[in-house]
């Protein structure tokens, strides 16, 4: 499991790799480290599931209702639009993603997304 993040100061799809990232990692170590310092932001609007609970019951996962603060990000992440790339392997071959997410994000200094 690794996340994977990517910048079009232009907002026209020709995207720069970030340097902020997560790396690769079992998605048991993950839910068992980092998650567990962000789950409050999703605590009461999502099925996820608590922080070190593993392995993660294999069900449809969802984020209901959720308007992120601008304020957390506009000192790390410059304007423009971005792409989170969630990827998950399987334990034998790293080569090749079996799970491919990508979510795309606007970030203004207008204090909005």
Known sequence: F?????????GNNQFI???FRLPLQK???FLNT???DYRHFYQNMTNFPDAGVCPAEAIQYYIKNKVLDAKIFNDYF?????????????NSNIELAIVVVELLFK???EGMF
């Open 2 to 10: 690794t996340v994977e993040l990517s910048y079009s100061t232009l």
């Open 17 to 19: 790799r970030s340097p």
């Open 27 to 29: 998605l048991c170590t």
């Open 34 to 36: 980092t998650y567990r």
């Open 78 to 90: 410059q304007a423009g639009l971005w792409k989170v790339t969630l990827l998950l392997y399987e």
């Open 107 to 109: 970030v203004s200094r």
